[in-house]
Nanobody, 127 residues
Framework: QIQLMESGGGSVQAGGSLRISCQVS????????LAWFRQYPGKQREGVGS????????DYVDSVRGRFTISRDNSKKMVYLQMTSLKLEDTAMYYC????????????????????WGQGTQVTVSS
């Protein structure tokens, strides 16, 4: 059983930066695939990126590659999503997710592949 809790969302101006966090409650964070999804109102969640906690390897969708960075601190059981050069279209509810095997942790990320979800944190980008 894994429990996830996001934090750090808020409002930021376009072009700015924001870091959101995910606290992972599990015996160990090693050898897991953690992913970040976002959801627009009335839409399904879409994966934006993932990290393999064992080696820190990451993958991103094209729309955020070069602007978003996922990192982890295994000792603190934390996963982070650093967002830079934020755009209006980055406004969404952001979720962290777990459950996909670490050997299959690259994009595309399907919502159905992830069993564990946090409650989400809202990110709002304004002009």
């Amino acid at each position: 059983q894994i429990q996830l809790m996001e934090s750090g969302g808020g409002s930021v101006q376009a072009g700015g930066s924001l870091r959101i966090s995910c606290q992972v409650s599990t015996v160990t964070l090693s050898s897991r695939c953690l992913a970040w999804f976002r959801q627009y109102p009335g839409k399904q969640r879409e994966g934006v990126g993932s990290i393999v906690t064992a080696d820190g390897s990451t993958d991103y969708v094209d729309s955020v590659r070069g602007r978003f960075t996922i990192s982890r601190d295994n000792s603190k059981k934390m996963v982070y999503l650093q967002m830079t050069s934020l755009k209006l279209e980055d406004t969404a509810m952001y979720y962290c997710a777990a459950g996909r095997p670490s050997y299959r942790c690259d994009v595309p990320l399907r919502e159905d592949d992830f069993r564990y979800w946090g409650q989400g944190t809202q990110v709002t980008v304004s002009s």
